[in-house]
Every structure is written in structure tokens, then in C-alpha cells.
């Protein structure tokens, strides 16, 4: 066999084990360019790690949604019922044979409570769910007593099928666990080169923050204890700034703001103590107790990720690389350097 040939030979080996390489660079590559677009890069800047929230993050969200649907099957089970206890058969008696007026009280009251303890399913977008979960059987029976009346239309028929628990109980459930989900894949966290950034990007919302080395003061790790049982924890980037008490002071509804509910000179007593009643019942529905607490906003912190501990152990050695005394020592260093040499 000639030389030429060997070495043809042995270029042909050696052309596979250098593809790779080559293919893993260039993934590279196209990878950080889609993040630098992502995270709206500066020029030069590299990310060093992404981190998206855990799966369990918003568990509590999700069960919030697995107790709606249970309540649904509860109801199109009624249970209770032939029972050998007076008080079983009594309130099965209540709720579950008034159908859906009684699911409609039912998840009002669980509204009302979800509202008044002030956790993280408080929020305005969950109670606004949960209340047209809970007026949807009231609105399907508004429909059949309106149509028994025959105003709209000859067969007495209404628009609105009947509530079925189960159907409607799962349709809603499967709404509210997509957006949930959705929202959870919203939140994108990034260390680059050169900063820390927080991408959120929701329906019609966008923010986008990014947090300078240097600006640092302090890195924080909290974990619940359902953090600590499936390995998440969210880590809190704090500035110069600080991040202060978020104070959730969501009290009942100012009356005179109530449309229709202003005491006039010329109202009759009966006037004035419907327009009391009124104020007072849309002031307990909207009462929120006010707690005074340091509460991880997703927006603004790489909240419940996994792997934590290799985000605390990057960000504070970027943070001493880029903090003004590391700065200050190396410059020191410098100098006793130079003068050394001299």
C-alpha cells in the first residue's frame, strides 16, 4: 500500500473524531445566540447559566385547582344521602340536593376564605377565577327560570345547557391548570458575564430586569418545606436598595368608592339601610387580612429553581469578581507589583 493512500486513510479516521467537536461548538453557538436575543444581550456578553422554576413550584396553585374539580365530583356524587345519621342526611339534604345553588355557596365561601387568609393563591386573577367558578351554576339557573317564563322563546327553552358538575367542573379545572402552567413557563432567569436578568413574559405582560454585579449587597436562599422535600429553594439577588417589607394591607372596600352606595340628604331610612347592607356585604366579601412579610416575588428572583446551589456559588463568585473591593485588592496588588519590580 503507498503513503498516499495511508494517508488518505488516516485523514478519513481522524475527519469523524473532529465533527463533533465542531457540531457541539456550533450548537453552542446557536444556542447563545438565541439567548442573547432572549435576554436582549449587550455585545460581548455571554450567559453563563438559565434557570426556569421547578415543576412544583406553583404546587399550591395547582392543588387550589384539584380541590375545585374534587368539589365538583362531590356534588355529582351526593354523597350522604339514605345515611343513618339525622345530620348527614341534613346537610346532604342542604347542598347537594339544592345542586347547583348549593355548589355556588359552597365555592363562594371557599373564595371568600381563599381571600381572607392572605396566601400566595390570594391574588386578584385566582379570586376573579374562583368567583366565575362560582356564579356560572347560578347564571345556568338564572337561564332555566327565565325561560320558564317563556320571554324567550316558545319552547320555554333556555341558551344555557344545563350545569353538570362533572363537565363543567372539568372544563374549568383544565382552563385554570393550563394558565397556571403557562404562567409558571413565564418566568426565565439568566446569569450572564456581566449581570444577573429576570425575564417574564405572561399574556399581554412583559418585564424585564437586569441586576449589575456590583449592585449586589447580598445573596439569600429560602426554602419551604416542600422546597427542602423536593430540592428547590429560591435564591433573592438584594442591592444597595434593599428589598424591604412587602406589607399586604388589602382591607375591606372603601363604602363611598361602592357605585350606588352614597348616602344622599334625601334617601328614606329604608334607602339608607339598604345602601348599609350593601356596603357591608361587598365590604366582607373583599376583606383580606394584612400580614406584614418578606414575599418572593417571581418577577424578581430566581424563584423555587433547582440546582440552587450552583446558582448561589455562581452568582457570589461573580459577584466578588465584579465587587468593588475585589476591584480595590487587585489594584493594590498591582501596584505592590510595580513598585516591587522598580
Not at 488518505?8 to 475527519?15: D, I, K, V, W
Not at 371557599?110 to 347564571?139: D, E, F, K, Q, Y
Not at 356585604?281 to 418578606?294: A, E, N
Request: overall charge negative.
Amino acid at each position: 500500500m503507498s503513503e498516499e493512500s495511508t494517508e488518505a486513510e488516516t485523514l478519513q479516521e481522524q475527519q469523524p473524531a473532529e465533527n463533533p467537536a465542531a457540531s457541539n461548538e456550533a450548537k453552542q453557538a446557536a444556542e447563545q445566540e438565541k439567548l442573547a436575543k432572549k435576554f436582549r444581550l449587550i455585545a460581548g456578553e455571554e450567559v453563563l447559566l438559565t434557570k426556569r422554576p421547578s415543576t412544583f413550584a406553583f404546587l399550591n396553585l395547582y392543588l387550589l385547582g384539584l380541590m375545585v374539580l374534587a368539589i365538583h365530583l362531590i356534588f355529582e356524587l351526593e354523597p350522604g344521602k339514605g345515611s343513618e345519621n339525622f345530620l348527614v342526611d341534613l346537610a346532604a339534604t342542604i347542598f347537594f340536593t339544592s345542586g347547583a345553588a348549593g355548589l355556588t355557596a359552597v365555592m363562594l365561601f371557599i373564595t371568600w376564605m381563599n381571600r381572607l387568609v392572605n396566601m400566595s393563591t390570594s391574588g386578584r386573577w385566582v379570586t376573579v377565577g374562583l368567583l366565575i367558578v362560582s356564579l356560572a351554576p347560578t347564571i345556568a339557573l338564572l337561564d332555566d327560570a327565565v325561560a320558564l317564563t317563556g320571554l324567550l322563546n316558545e319552547n320555554n327553552n333556555g341558551y344555557i345547557p344545563d350545569y353538570q358538575f362533572t363537565l363543567f367542573g372539568g372544563i374549568f379545572v383544565a382552563i385554570y391548570m393550563a394558565l397556571v402552567y403557562y404562567y409558571q413557563r413565564s418566568f426565565h432567569y439568566a446569569i450572564t458575564s456581566d449581570a444577573i436578568i429576570f425575564e417574564h413574559s405572561f399574556l399581554l405582560s412583559r418585564s424585564h430586569r437586569r441586576i449589575l454585579f456590583d449592585r449586589i449587597s447580598e445573596v439569600v436562599v429560602a426554602r419551604s418545606p416542600t422546597g427542602t422535600l423536593l430540592g428547590f429553594a429560591t435564591v433573592t439577588v438584594l442591592t444597595d436598595s434593599g428589598v424591604g417589607i412587602m406589607e399586604e394591607s388589602n382591607v375591606p372596600v372603601v363604602q363611598h368608592t361602592i357605585p350606588g352606595t352614597r348616602e344622599n340628604e334625601n334617601d328614606t331610612s329604608a334607602e339608607k339601610a339598604g345602601k348599609g347592607l350593601l356596603r357591608t356585604l361587598v365590604g366582607i366579601m373583599t376583606y383580606q387580612r394584612t400580614i406584614r412579610t418578606v414575599r418572593p416575588d417571581p418577577k424578581h428572583c430566581m424563584y423555587n429553581i433547582r440546582k440552587w446551589e450552583k446558582a448561589k456559588g455562581l452568582l457570589n463568585e461573580m459577584h466578588k469578581k465584579n465587587s468593588q473591593s475585589h476591584l480595590l485588592s487587585d489594584l493594590k496588588q498591582t501596584i505592590s507589583d510595580s513598585v516591587s519590580k522598580e
